[in-house]
């Protein structure tokens, strides 16, 4: 509701604009909500991409999409735009060669959703180079090799999958509220609980830097280490 009305008073502030309205009243706007908090653990982690894996042919790309996201913290339509090596028209790019992942379309302007390059962990990069050589083109492709466009079914399949065959393991797991958007939350969390610092986390996950202590601070060994130190000294 509260994106509706805010698209509401844009729509309003633009027709004064264009002088289709004489004024714009102003909207009044629900409080922001709580920011999710929902991130994967490795087993879950693991899990999932598991129940990815046990798709059919159609489906088993969504395990690239799910790599992606754990190693890159990109947000979903970046990642179904990224291109391989190739500076493709309306889409991004992972460089294999220098290790650098493109965000950004090259004539695409950037937006508060940042997307800005970043350089790729190791293990991830050889996996991507691995994939160049058999002649991927895409970071996710289907297995005729052409680009992926939605995942919205096999996302939902895969986490079915994932809940089952974690189940026939006698391990209850729930991923019911686990969204695409949760892998950059994994990402951004096991990097802060890895000691990797604020500055850092949000130049490698075009985040910005107000987010990161606001929304994971809490994850990371070092939050709040000089208040408790302070409160801990002897007078």
């Known amino acids: 509701v509260r994106r509706e009305l805010g698209v509401l008073q844009a729509a309003m502030n633009f027709c004064v604009k264009e002088g289709l309205l004489d004024s714009a009243p102003k909207v009044s706007l629900p409080p922001s909500p709580a920011p999710r908090e929902r991130w994967l653990t490795p087993q879950e982690a693991a899990w999932l991409i598991r129940g990815a894996r046990a798709l059919n042919r159609d489906g088993r790309h969504l395990a690239y999409f799910i790599l992606c996201g754990l190693y890159t913290g990109s947000r979903k339509q970046t990642i179904l735009n990224l291109a391989i090596n190739n500076r493709a028209a309306g889409a991004g790019y992972v460089d294999t060669k220098n290790g650098v992942i493109y965000r950004k379309p090259e004539e695409k302007i950037e937006t508060k959703k940042r997307q800005r390059p970043a350089r790729l962990p190791r293990r991830y990069l050889a996996h991507l180079a691995r994939q160049a050589a058999a002649g991927r083109r895409f970071v996710v492709e289907d297995y005729k090799g052409r680009r992926v466009k939605d995942i919205k079914s096999g996302w939902r399949r895969a986490i079915r999958l994932a809940e089952e ?5 006698g391990i209850h797991l729930d991923l019911s509220d686990v969204v695409p958007h949760t892998l950059k939350h ?7 609980q890895r000691g990797a610092s604020i500055w850092d986390v949000a130049g490698m996950f075009s985040t910005s830097v107000e987010t990161v202590p606001r929304v994971y601070g809490h994850h990371s060994p070092d939050w709040q280490k000089s208040e408790v130190d302070a409160m801990n000294r002897k007078r």
């Open 165 to 169: 065959l974690a189940a026939k393991k």
């Open 186 to 192: 994994t990402a951004i969390t096991w990097a802060l």
